[in-house]
């Protein structure tokens, strides 16, 4: 298991999660200034989507995966997202994408003078403007915020310490004309091996450090998307 980002040409930025949702390309594309004095009156939704798997990376899995070639990292990397899947359920986490949407629309709302309409109720797993721009026509605009890949992994080199993982993409979708007004990605991957957490410590108390280190990836993510895409 692991994570990759790449950087290419063109403004791009290539997210993968070699597990959970293989590769999804993300478009470094801020909104354009002459666009944001038409936002005002309008109103904005929450794309809602499935909420997705939460991989829970360990060592004592790992090691017991690579000792079986293919077969047996398939079989350990299923244990992972079905530990991760229990460990989120029965600590009442939620998806960060719409924490991070409600933070951005808020901000839109007293920004730009838009209105937000919450969070949609009827979910959507289809991937195409277009589609979701029909799906969400009774607004003006869609703001599509999902998770690409989000879970916790140990460090190569100090297995009993623990970082977490986090990449999202924004979209802000015109439902009118079926275009992407601004998009762009966030991705999260600490480094700081001093203040790392164990396994323990991360869940301890209602999984209280795991909550807090994904408080901190919403403002993070939601700073990012405000100020660099969409001109906040």
Known sequence: FGVKTALLRYGLLVICASIVNGCVTVRDSPIDQ???PTLGGKSVIAVKRTMPDFTAMTADKMAVGSLFGAIGGAIAGASMIRSGNTLVKENNIT?????????????????????????????IADDDVSKLAAFYKTNSFALDIRTINWGFLYYPLYWTK??????????LIDTNSAGVLAEGGC??????????PTYEELLENGATRLKAEIEDIVINCAQEFSTKHLGM
Do not use: C, N
């Open 162 to 171: 623990y970082r977490l993982i986090y990449a999202a993409r924004m979209r």
């Open 187 to 196: 991705y999260t991957l600490s480094d700081k091996i001093d203040t790392a």
């Open 34 to 36: 002459s666009v944001i």
């Open 95 to 123: 998806d960060p994408a719409y924490e991070i949407t409600a933070r951005i629309a808020r901000a839109m709302e007293t920004k730009y003078g838009i209105t937000y309409s919450g969070i949609s109720d009827a979910e």
